[in-house]
């Protein structure tokens, strides 16, 4: 199956030294220790990108969600192939990783399949204009538009930082919110979390596949993963109204143990009866079907902390698993 091209990208005006560019590069070089006059040349030289602009904002007919529809664009024969190729390719690297980090190399697998097709989709922004676009320009009609354009500006800081240090990221290209490499991680999360996991001397998300397979373990880690726990057990749901509603309330947080559930008509798997730790009720919508339900851990929670959603994290999840089952011979 040929997959489509995706959109060219339309490149508006530079920002230019505008006032608005002169005070946000003052800014950024206070915060981030960065020379001003170098900040503001990089701020100018940003470009506007109206699509970016378009696409940081909710859908205005938000689609009904379905697990079932949302899994298959992960779970299927190409996708499951590329992972078993990159598996093989990289079985040193995931090794190293779950030694280092406590994490399954089927987990590691799982985010970079899903995030990036295993680096092959890596964005087509520029990062610099993006997130100058969503620093300067971000759309006033977006509900939280204040607190977003404050996130974006500080993300913009610390990417102009790495890109003081490392001048091969001049031309870094990303997604239309900035996100970097292999494992688009955002600027923060590269502060936070990457690591120089092939002893190069620097780190590289776009290029290195080591690299951005220790930085996800590490993440993960960070993030609190507790190595040999489940991420998540198959329920039976016999809870109704409003019981089914209170096991619903904390979200995706683990916060119920097995013997609650089991008390409120949730019937656990085996190995979900005997779990000791706490357990979050997972509910994934099926579009006009019946949810399906699974009893996240705080394993499963810690997948959530890359997104927050819990379909997303099911995704990443069974991908993993269902590329490891390929890779037996």
């Known amino acids: 199956m040929k997959r489509p091209k995706p959109p060219k990208v339309v490149v508006g005006k530079a920002f230019g030294n505008s006032a608005a560019v002169?005070?946000?590069a003052s800014e950024l070089a206070k915060q981030h220790d960065m020379p001003v006059a170098w900040v503001?040349?990089?701020?100018?030289?940003?470009?506007?990108?109206?699509?970016?602009?378009?696409?940081?904002?909710?859908?205005?007919?938000?689609?009904?969600?379905?697990?079932?529809?949302?899994?298959?664009?992960?779970?299927?024969?190409?996708?499951?192939?590329?992972?078993?190729?990159f598996w093989r390719k990289h079985e040193a690297e995931l090794l190293r990783a779950e030694k280092t980090y406590g994490v399954p190399a089927r987990y590691i697998v799982g985010i970079l399949g899903v995030e990036t097709y295993f680096g092959q989709h890596q964005g087509q922004f520029k990062v610099l204009d993006a997130l100058t676009t969503l620093s300067l320009a971000f759309p006033k009609e977006h509900k939280q538009a204040s607190e977003r354009e404050a996130f974006f500006k500080n993300e913009l800081g610390l990417f102009l930082q790495q890109r003081l240090k490392n001048p091969s990221m001049k031309n870094q290209?990303?997604?239309?919110?900035?996100?970097?490499?292999?494992?688009?991680?955002?600027?923060?999360?590269?502060?936070?979390f990457a690591v120089d996991f092939d002893n190069d001397g620097r780190v590289d998300l776009a290029k290195s596949s080591a690299d951005a397979i220790g930085s996800v373990a590490h993440y993960f880690q960070a993030y609190g993963w507790q190595t040999g726990m489940p991420t998540h057990f198959d329920v039976d749901m016999k809870a109704?109204?409003?019981?089914l509603d209170a096991l619903l309330a904390p979200d995706i947080v683990p916060s119920w143990t097995a013997a609650h559930l089991a008390a409120q008509q949730?019937?656990?798997s085996e190995a979900g009866r005997t779990f000791a730790g706490p357990l979050a009720l997972v509910e994934l919508f099926n579009g006009t079907d019946a949810p399906s339900y699974v009893a996240g851990t705080e394993n499963f929670f810690v997948v959530t902390r890359y997104n927050r959603s819990s379909y997303y994290a099911l995704a990443v999840i069974e991908l993993g698993e269902v590329i490891e089952k390929a890779l037996a011979p």
Do not use: T
């Not at 699509?51 to 938000?62: D, E, K, R, S």
């Not at 689609?63 to 779970?75: G, H, L, T, V």
């Not at 109704?240 to 019981?243: I, M, N, T, V």
């Open 22 to 24: 002169k005070a946000l």
């Open 266 to 268: 949730v019937v656990l």
């Open 40 to 85: 503001q040349q990089q701020l100018a030289s940003a470009r506007l990108l109206p699509q970016v602009q378009q696409m940081i904002l909710p859908a205005a007919a938000p689609s009904a969600k379905n697990w079932a529809a949302y899994r298959a664009r992960f779970i299927e024969p190409q996708r499951i192939e590329a992972g078993v190729q």
């Open 240 to 243: 109704q109204g409003a019981a």
């Open 173 to 192: 290209l990303g997604s239309y919110a900035g996100a970097i490499g292999w494992p688009q991680f955002m600027p923060s999360s590269i502060a936070k």
